[in-house]
C-alpha cells in the first residue's frame, strides 16, 4: 500500500469534475490541448480525449461520416457564443442548448460535439443522426471512454435541453458504469457516495471505483500499488479507479 496526500484544489480537476450551472468551473491548471482531427486544425480537445475521440471514430468506420464541430472553447468564447446566440435566437434558445460562460464542458477540453458530414453544418445544434457512422460511434462510445452527455429522459436532472451530438470523455470504467445504471453525469456522484463499485471491463481487466470527500484542506488516502487513477469531482471529494493488476 502507498499513502498519498490529495489537496482540496485537486478536487477540481481530472476527467471526472462534474460542470454545470451548480458547479462552475474553478481555477485549476489548463489541459494540454490538440486536434483530433487534422482536417479541422482548430478543433482543440484534451490530449488523451482527442486520441480516444480519433480512435472511436474510426473504429465506427466514421471518418468520412463524422466531423467534429466544436470542442475546447475558452471563456472568452463561451461568452461570445452565448452572447450571439442570446441576439440571433433568443433566451429559450439560449438557455436550453448554450451552457453560462464558466459553467461549459467545453471549456475542460473534454467534451465534444459532432456532426454529419454535409454542406451545411449547425454549429450549435449539428445534426448528429442514429444511422451510418454517427450511429455506429454513438453505440461504441462508452467502450472508449464516451459518454452522450444530455439526454432527454435526463432534462430535468441537467437542465440542458436533449443533445445527441454532445460527447463527454469521462473514462472506461466510468461511461460502462453509467450506461449500465442509466445515470448521467449528476446522479454518479451520489451513486459513489453509496459504497465503492466492482466491475469487470470488456478487455476481462477487474476494476473498482469508489469516492473520498474531501472536507478539509486535504485528505489521506491508502491506495494498493498497481494502476489507479484519481480524478476531482468538482463537488467536496475524489473518484479514485483502481485497476487490478493482470494474473
Ligand atoms: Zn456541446
Not at 7 to 29: E, K
Not at 133 to 159: D, M, P
Amino acid at each position: 500500500m502507498r499513502t498519498l496526500t490529495l489537496r482540496r484544489d485537486q478536487t477540481a480537476q481530472g476527467p471526472l469534475i462534474l460542470v454545470n450551472p451548480s458547479h462552475p468551473l474553478r481555477p485549476a491548471p489548463p489541459p494540454e490541448l490538440t486536434a483530433p482531427d487534422s482536417r479541422f486544425p482548430d478543433i482543440l480537445l484534451e490530449r488523451r480525449t482527442a486520441g480516444l475521440l480519433t480512435a472511436c471514430i474510426r473504429a465506427a468506420g466514421g471518418t468520412e461520416d463524422i466531423v467534429p464541430v466544436s470542442g475546447w472553447r475558452s471563456r472568452g468564447e463561451q461568452q461570445s457564443i452565448w452572447d450571439s446566440a442570446w441576439a440571433n435566437r433568443g433566451e429559450d434558445f439560449t438557455c436550453r442548448y448554450v451552457a453560462l460562460p464558466g459553467c461549459s464542458e467545453h471549456q475542460t477540453g473534454l467534451a465534444i460535439d459532432l456532426g454529419k458530414r454535409a454542406e451545411r453544418v449547425d454549429f450549435l445544434c449539428p445534426d448528429f443522426p442514429d444511422q451510418g457512422g454517427c450511429g455506429a460511434f454513438r453505440r461504441l462510445a462508452a467502450r472508449y471512454g464516451f459518454i452522450l452527455r444530455y439526454r432527454k429522459e435526463k432534462e430535468a436532472v441537467t437542465g440542458i435541453g436533449a443533445e445527441p451530438w454532445h460527447f463527454r470523455y469521462v473514462g472506461v470504467p466510468h461511461a460502462a458504469l453509467m450506461e449500465e445504471r442509466g445515470l448521467c453525469l449528476e446522479e454518479y456522484g451520489g451513486f459513489l457516495r453509496t459504497g465503492p463499485k466492482r466491475r469487470v471491463l470488456s478487455n476481462g481487466r477487474r476494476v473498482e471505483v469508489f469516492w473520498l470527500a474531501c472536507p478539509g484542506e486535504s485528505v489521506e488516502v491508502e491506495l494498493p500499488e498497481g494502476c489507479c487513477q484519481i480524478s476531482g469531482d468538482n463537488d467536496g471529494g475524489f473518484i479514485l479507479t483502481v485497476w487490478e493488476a493482470p494474473a
